[in-house]
């Protein structure tokens, strides 16, 4: 099943939870549809760093699009699906942006988990995706698309340019429900819509727990047993 908005009346990122606890939402909305999808909290950093580098790419001048104020979750928030792989694209005759993203359809409960606890690194966005890049076995992945996906975009979406990012299948278990067929979300915006996305995406992103200064992690406000202390127990600011 394909749910397409084209385009897209308004596109955002957003979480909901105390810090630490967070659940990531991507949302979308066109007219009276508004879909909602649960990611992970890296998906939508490397969103974020896909768009701008994409919009770079393409060289032409483009707004800031919707403000900060506009830009925050629609109620009720209630997922369609979890999203897996997420491909971004543009397509050059239209001058807009396609978001693609893709169901997982998960084998066992793990999947319930909250994204942030389990993929809260100490990098920042630039540094993770620097490591995504090089390959260093993060859970998520971001590559370049191949040749054969290039043709698949090109024939189903015109696209000249695109970057994929998401979870890998093999680590989901989607190969061991065959008879199941992934549900697919492609979204259409501008240039000015899809950077306000990423920077929405940036913001809650960095909105989360504060980080220790001495090792990078995350400070939970009950306190933060530093490794760089061995162990001890650091008292979170505030």
Known sequence: MLIELDPVD????????PPGARVFYLQARKDDRLVTLLVEKQQVQLLAASVVEILARVGKETGQGPPEEEMGLEEPAVP????????IGYQEERDLLVLEADEILPEGEEE???????????EAMKEQLALL??????????ELATEALEAELEADLGSELDRTLGMDPEDTGDQGDSDAEPQRARFWGTREQMLSLARQGAAVCAAGRPRCQLCGNPMDPEGHRCPALNGHLEQSPG
Request: aromatic share 2%.
């Open 10 to 17: 308004r596109l955002t990122a957003g979480a909901v939870g």
């Open 80 to 87: 369609e699906w979890r999203a897996g792989r997420l491909s």
């Open 112 to 122: 319930d988990g909250d994204e942030e606890d389990e993929h809260e690194g100490g």
């Open 133 to 142: 890049e090089a390959g260093l076995g993060s859970e998520l992945e971001l």
